[in-house]
């Protein structure tokens, strides 16, 4: 079973994270499908938008922490500390407006992700959670600057610090999210959405994108600086049997499976 699906139709691509049965964890091959997807739309003319979403009722619920703990121990599959960093790095260079659509939990890397992309529907059993604290992981994904530009800083505080979890409507107070769609629409939706742009032309569409991230890419690219250096820091103190909080990665304290 391929780790994504995609689908392309009237200029838009269609990207589904397709591990259902790990709630769409992302592991070093999601990552790699997820990559390539991204990288091979943004060197095709005829995709004039993309949209990302997740498979059986769930968007993503964020790193595959079994990996993450093979990673901690020095176990982690060969090549592996490029996965997060290359999806990232293909994100933002992605030249197409980034549509997300979401439904049932968007945990960790599932909701930092969101504040990557331009336009987000959130199906009614959408929420959303970041538990980086619990974990005893700092932020990632440049949510340590995205959160607070989109939130504010008292709500991106809140969120990050206390790992609450945020609904559907919540979500779209916040900025995170444009509209909340029934769960069975919220694909159709937010492909219609996808359909209006890529109909407009391309070039004054990428060039309005550009302008709008080039104004927080350098600010993007620092943040995660600072918070991969944070996170080398973390997986070393837990690789020495110290993790800092009450739940660190380096004794797998949630199953792939699960949230976190």
């Given at each position: ?42 060197a095709d003319d005829a ?15 964020g790193q595959d922490l ?102 559907a409507s919540e979500a ?89």
């Amino acid at each position: 079973m391929s780790a994504v699906d995609i689908a392309d139709a009237s200029g838009v691509r269609l990207i589904t994270f397709n591990r259902p049965d790990v709630r769409n964890a992302f592991d070093f091959s999601l990552y790699r499908a997820v990559t390539g997807a991204l990288t091979d739309a943004a060197a095709d003319d005829a995709v004039r938008a993309v949209v990302v979403t997740g498979a059986g009722g769930s968007f993503s619920s964020g790193q595959d922490l079994d990996e993450m703990a093979a990673i901690a121990a020095g176990q982690g599959p060969p090549g592996v500390e490029t996965g997060f960093r290359g999806l990232l790095d293909a994100v933002a260079a992605c030249p197409q407006p980034l549509l997300a659509a979401v439904a049932g939990p968007a945990v960790g890397l599932g909701f930092t992700l969101l504040a990557h992309c331009d336009l987000v529907l959130v199906g009614d059993s959408a929420r959303f959670r970041v538990p980086f604290a619990e974990l005893g992981v700092p932020a990632e994904a440049a949510s340590s600057y995205l959160f607070p530009l989109r939130m504010g800083w008292q709500q991106a505080a809140r969120v990050l610090l206390t790992g609450d979890w945020v609904s559907a409507s919540e979500a779209v107070n916040l900025g995170m999210a444009l509209q909340v769609c029934a769960d069975d629409r919220v694909v159709e939706e937010t492909l219609n959405l996808a359909r209006r742009v890529a109909a407009l032309p391309p070039q004054a569409v990428r060039a309005i994108k550009r302008l709008m991230w080039d104004a927080h890419a350098d600010a993007v690219t620092a943040a995660r600086a600072r918070e991969d250096d944070a996170f080398r820091h973390a997986l070393a103190r837990m690789a020495a049997g110290g993790n800092g909080g009450s739940a660190g990665l380096g004794g797998a304290v949630a199953p792939a499976s699960g949230p976190g």
